[in-house]
T-cell receptor, first 113, second 117 residues
Framework: DGGITQSPKYLFRKEGQNVTLSCEQN?????MYWYRQDPGQGLRLIYY???????QKGDIAEGYSVSREKKESFPLTVTSAQKNPTAFYLC????????????FGPGTRLTVT | AQKVTQAQTEISVVEKEDVTLDCVYE???????LFWYKQPPSGELVFLIR??????QNEISGRYSWNFQKSTSSFNFTITASQVVDSAVYFC??????????????FGQGTILTVHP
C-alpha cells in the first residue's frame, strides 16, 4: 500500500542538539511538505518542496532546515536555533495534478528538554 | 492572505445527536479548494472531503454532509447521528487552486468533538 512513513513516532532530545525527522513516501508524489502542530492549534507550514533539489520556506521556517535529494524523501532538521521545538510534526505529500489536498503521514512527536 | 476560522474550540454531544462544525474562510483567490480533515487520537490526519470553489453543491457521504456557501465564505460540516468513533479533532483547510502546490494548506485551529455514549 502506498503511503507516507515518518519515524520515529516519539523523539526526545536535549536542548541545544540538532535532530532530524525522517519522511518517506511511496506515492510517487512530486510535492512534499512539513507542518508543525502545537496543542490547541492548527497546522502551520514549515517548508515545502515541489521538486527534487528545490524547496521553499513556509510560514514558520526559522530554526528548521530541509533537503530533497530524492523524490521519495524529505527530511526535516530541527536545529538548536529553533526556540520552541517541542511539537507534533507532520509530513505530507501531494500529486499536484489538480486533485488538491495533501496526504499526511502519522507524525513525529518531538520533545526537547 | 488566507485565513480559516473555526470558532468552535470544543463541542460535546451525546451519541446519536446531530452536530455541525462551522468553518469560515477568507481568501482573495478566485479559485481555491476547501477541505475537511479528521485527526483521531493517533494523530494522523485523515482526509474527509475536498471541494472546489466552483462547485457549491452540497455533498453527503453516509452520515457526513457538507454545506458550502460562497456568499458567506462558509464550509460547514454536519455529522448526523453521531457515534463515539466520531470523537476527534476536525480541521477545515484552504488551498489556492491556481498554483502548483495543492498541499500548501492554510488550516483552521480545529474543533475538538467529543461524543459521549
Amino acid at each position: 500500500d502506498g503511503g507516507i512513513t515518518q519515524s520515529p513516532k516519539y523523539l526526545f532530545r536535549k536542548e541545544g542538539q540538532n535532530v532530524t525527522l525522517s519522511c518517506e513516501q511511496n506515492l510517487n508524489h512530486d510535492a512534499m511538505y512539513w507542518y508543525r502542530q502545537d496543542p490547541g492549534q492548527g497546522l502551520r507550514l514549515i517548508y515545502y518542496s515541489q521538486i527534487v533539489n528545490d524547496f521553499q520556506k513556509g510560514d514558520i521556517a526559522e530554526g528548521y532546515s530541509v533537503s530533497r535529494e530524492k523524490k521519495e524523501s524529505f527530511p526535516l532538521t530541527v536545529t538548536s536555533a529553533q526556540k520552541n521545538p517541542t511539537a507534533f510534526y507532520l509530513c505530507a505529500s501531494s500529486d499536484d495534478r489538480g486533485h488538491g489536498g495533501a496526504h499526511f503521514g502519522p507524525g513525529t512527536r518531538l520533545t526537547v528538554t | 492572505a488566507q485565513k480559516v476560522t473555526q470558532a468552535q474550540t470544543e463541542i460535546s454531544v451525546v451519541e446519536k445527536e446531530d452536530v455541525t462544525l462551522d468553518c469560515v474562510y477568507e481568501t482573495r483567490d478566485t479559485t481555491y479548494y476547501l477541505f475537511w480533515y479528521k485527526q483521531p487520537p493517533s494523530g494522523e490526519l485523515v482526509f474527509l472531503i475536498r471541494r472546489n470553489s466552483f462547485d457549491e453543491q452540497n455533498e453527503i457521504s453516509g452520515r457526513y454532509s457538507w454545506n458550502f456557501q460562497k456568499s458567506t465564505s462558509s464550509f460547514n460540516f454536519t455529522i448526523t447521528a453521531s457515534q463515539v468513533v466520531d470523537s476527534a479533532v476536525y480541521f477545515c483547510a484552504l488551498a489556492f487552486a491556481g498554483g502548483t502546490s495543492y498541499g500548501k494548506l492554510t488550516f483552521g485551529q480545529g474543533t475538538i468533538l467529543t461524543v459521549h455514549p
